[in-house]
């Protein structure tokens, strides 16, 4: 019995030792599969970062190679675009190389040009000139390169915004045999030389006119600006989009304050606002430095709105030129004078002039009242980008804007038109120069014409006066920009 006893104890015991080393053996199995389940675990997380890592080169690679397409696209374009224009030159040469031909004839045909050089868009028509003069080397070039004789001049009048003299000096143009002519600038003189003008055939091809009442077919203007129409848009909504619901317009009283006016209110009111009044002055007389009693009336329209909409409400908005500066200095002195709580909004007769942002005064007095207005623009190609850095060169502190680059394509316009027309002859040039322009790519794009001889409305840039990081003095900066397309307004630095 004992004997028994002894061998169950012994037994028992035995069990106890291989369950437990039965027990720790399955601990130590448990903990190895835990820990190879964890190497799994973080293979598989590395595993997933090389694939991220991965999937990222490979975006990173196709957004290279996309980038080398584009570039190599522009390239193309550019390429293919003088190799166009030199064959147009030497078909040209070609076509007309017989007697009498003006690639064979030796001749240098003089194009006009009115520009303001003294007034108040000599910020614009000095580029202008300049802009022009390099074009007038570039096209002498070309023609040369083709084998062909003709070159080309330039005649520049400055008319200083003044009517009777911009008439004056087309007249003269036109005694001297001229039969096209860059210029003007501004739709007030548009208008007045034009029935000269048509009654004469002399062409003009404006970088800049944009008045909606000098859109007719048939005439002898053309313009490689859009028209008002497409700025009434774009200012319109700028201002809604800020959150204006009610607006004040101060207006020259001339083709181009009336025409962006009207186009700005039609187009303000169709979104849901209210055009309280158009205040308008004579900017050829005395009240061009005395806006007393456009300050006054504005005053008044707004004190009598500010009840209904409030002041973060009702818009103040501007139609002019370099008079905009007397126009804030005299109401910076006026007593009472209403402090909206929007920026001041202007049009595109003002944008990125570099004579308001550097008075001493004009300059510190818009960037507090956050000046903000709009300047249409068309995206920069290969052959936009090298003549920036050619005119910097050439000019130094001076920016060739849209109307700077529009200018250069109106001269090439004009040298083409009269080489596809086969004479200087204005009456052919007038037929001819919007197939030429359907088919030009330059400076500022594909330069299409519609039906009135306006090009086709691209998008605007809006910019505002502020005086922003470390800088001391006020400058323009690019606050965002309006698309033509979706009639949207995409903000980089709201005003």
């Not at 080489?419 to 007038?430: F, M, R």
């Amino acid at each position: 019995m004992p004997t028994v006893s002894f061998y169950k104890i012994g037994l028992l015991l035995s069990l106890v030792a291989l369950s437990s080393s039965l027990a720790g053996l399955g601990y130590y199995y448990q903990n190895r599969t835990v820990g190879l389940n964890n190497q799994v675990a973080s293979l598989n997380t590395q595993n997933d970062s090389q694939h991220d890592q991965i999937d990222s080169l490979k975006g990173q690679i196709a957004n290279l190679t996309q980038q080398i397409k584009n570039l190599s696209s522009n390239i193309d374009q550019l390429q293919s675009t003088n190799a166009q224009l030199l064959n147009q030159i030497i078909q040209l040469r070609n076509q007309l190389g017989g007697t009498g031909g003006l690639c064979s004839s030796g001749k240098t045909l003089t194009i006009g040009e009115l520009t303001d050089l003294s007034d108040g868009l000599s910020n614009i028509g000095i580029k202008v000139r300049e802009s022009s003069l390099l074009a007038v080397d570039d096209v002498n070039s070309l023609l040369s390169s083709g084998g062909c004789n003709l070159r080309f001049s330039l005649a520049v009048d400055d008319y200083a915004l003044d009517n009777s003299r911009a008439l004056s000096d087309l007249q003269s143009f036109s005694a001297s045999g001229i039969q096209i002519v860059v210029g003007p600038l501004n739709s007030g003189v548009a208008q007045f030389i034009l029935p000269f003008a048509n009654s004469n055939h002399i062409v003009l091809v404006s970088p800049s006119s944009s008045s909606t009442a000098l859109g007719i077919p048939n005439d002898y203007l053309f313009r490689t600006a859009p028209t008002d129409a497409a700025q009434g848009r774009a200012d319109a909504r700028m201002m809604f989009d800020r959150g204006a619901r009610a607006l004040i317009i101060v207006q020259r009283h001339d083709g181009y304050g009336i025409s962006v006016g009207d186009a700005t209110a039609m187009k303000f009111a169709s979104l849901g606002g209210k055009v309280i009044d158009t205040i308008q002055y004579d900017a050829t007389s005395s009240s061009t430095t005395d806006f007393t009693p456009v300050l006054q009336t504005l005053q008044n329209d707004f004190n009598q709105n500010v009840g209904p909409y409030g002041p973060d409400k009702i818009a103040l908005y501007f139609v002019s030129f370099e008079e905009l500066g007397s126009l804030v200095i005299q109401a910076s002195h006026q007593s009472g004078f209403p402090r909206t709580q929007l920026p001041w909004f202007g049009a595109d007769g003002t944008t990125l002039d570099p004579v308001l942002t550097g008075n001493a005064t004009t300059g510190p007095l818009l960037a507090q009242l956050r000046y903000t207005s709009p300047q249409f623009y068309t995206v920069n190609n290969t052959k936009t980008l090298q003549f920036y850095h050619r005119f910097k060169s050439l000019y130094p502190g001076q920016s060739c804007d849209q109307y700077c680059l529009g200018a250069y394509d109106d001269v090439w316009l004009s040298a083409l038109a009269t080489l596809q027309a086969g004479s200087y002859d204005g009456t052919k040039i007038q037929a001819i120069i919007s197939t030429v322009a359907s088919n030009y790519y330059g400076l500022t794009g594909w330069t299409e014409f519609d039906t009135n001889g306006d090009r086709v409305p691209p998008s605007y840039q809006i910019w505002k006066i502020a005086i922003e990081g470390s800088a001391s003095e006020p400058s323009w900066v690019l606050a965002g920009t309006w698309d033509a397309s979706s009639d949207s307004i995409t903000w980089l630095a709201p005003p």
